[in-house]
């Protein structure tokens, strides 16, 4: 059954799996177009480094300002808020045009300057897209499944990539022409994408919400951004922010310079050919889509969560060690990608897509994400800058760091990763101590206290 004009089902009600799935997909784009567009410039690095003759230092900005970091954390700081506030339909009526014309921007790039300004919007555009999503998924799907249906953005977060880079593949011998072919493959995909969201009603609950406040405090006005971020900062929120941050923004310092990097310092520091290192980064893309269908869809919702999360850890810290203690040759890279790729497919993007979800109410959901997310892709910006110094002083430098990303994060998601499998977002939030004024601003059980 579906809310009155809004064409989405409420998830409490009767709805059919392919429903679910439907508008999981259209949703879980974002994750396609994010990845991919990552993933592009990560290819094209070695030709842009060449046909626009960028130093270190360039390369370093790039990396801090692309899609990949700082211009998409600026994005989701905006894009969450504008969530809450103004509904999650909102963002999908415009952000993938503003993302088309970012492309286009690299596509005619004839220098650097034009790369860099259709990276930024590129990604402010990707950033604002993912609390959106991610808060839509969770919003449509039902508590048993809730882990499933989200694990598809993982999978087209994975696909993406993997069609990027065997286009990148196919189109090497064309040069810069291959490169810019390969972002309008990108710009066609976010065509297409930003017409299946016509088809899209507003979250059902988001909706609820917004009725409930506007009747309790008299206003029909949406959250404001202070109301959003005074609850999220209180003592008994803060923790959970913290906590997400820490366990995902950690992890995200390995996977964005891996993401990034990777296929450049294959061919600087490895002597592997451009197609081989492009292979080896399509191999590692396909076992993370291959295990989040094989460990994390059918599994996360039934048993303790921390365990997937430990073991995921473990893994992919042990394919990095391989870098850092073995010879920079194809079979260490071979080992490499399958460990991470293995381990990847039930990780930390997969959790912090849900937990943070999960562990904030509906009014509140995009705005936590969207901070949280901002925080994480603005310190992998930060830490973008120093990637080609530390790498300048030995590859096995940075090989070792990474593995200490893991080995931290897959502590803190290990002991502090919440039970909250098969629950209800309605029962998570009570239990996080969730309570509402007469006005129906949402605070927690301390803030209540503390007023």
Known sequence: MTSAGSGVADPSEDATSRQFWKWSFVAAMAGYIDAGSIVA????????????????????????????????????????????????????????????????????????????VGYVIVGLTVGADIPASWSLITEFSPAGSRGKFGALAQVLWSLGPVVTLLLGLALQPLGMLGIRLLF?????????????????????????????????????????????????????????????????????????????????LLQVFGSQSEAASVGLQSLYFLLVALFTGLVFMP???????????????????????????????FTTALGYILAIGIGGGFGAQHFFQLWSGELFPTRLRSTAQGLMFAVVRIALGVWSFFVPLVTATGFRNLAFILAGFLFVSGVIGTVFGPRTEGRTLEEIETSGGWQRYPSGELVTGTAATDR
């Open 184 to 264: 309008a493959h990108l710009f066609l995909v976010a065509l297409v994408t930003w017409w299946m969201r016509h088809g899209v009603g507003e979250s059902a609950r988001w909706k609820r919400e917004v009725a409930t406040g506007a009747a309790a405090s008299g206003s029909s006005g949406g959250l404001r951004w202070i109301d959003g971020l005074r609850p999220l900062l209180s003592r008994r929120a803060l923790p959970t922010m913290l906590f997400l941050i820490g366990m995902y923004g950690i992890w995200n310092l390995f996977a964005g310079t891996n993401g990034f990097y990777y296929p450049y």
């Open 299 to 329: 599994l996360n919702d039934r048993i303790n969560r921390r365990l997937l999360f430990a073991l995921s850890s473990l893994i992919q810290m042990i394919g990095v060690l391989f870098l850092a203690l073995l010879p920079l040759n």
């Open 41 to 116: 410039g990560s290819v094209g690095l070695g030709l842009w480094v060449r046909a626009f003759d960028l130093s270190e230092s360039t390369v370093g900005l790039l990396g801090a300002f692309s899609s990949n970091a700082i211009s998409a954390g600026v994005g989701a700081l905006i894009g969450g808020y504008v969530c809450d506030k103004y509904g999650r339909k909102k963002i999908y009526a415009y952000d993938l045009l503003l993302y088309m014309f970012g492309t286009l921007w690299i596509i005619f790039a004839v220098n650097t300057p034009m790369l860099f």
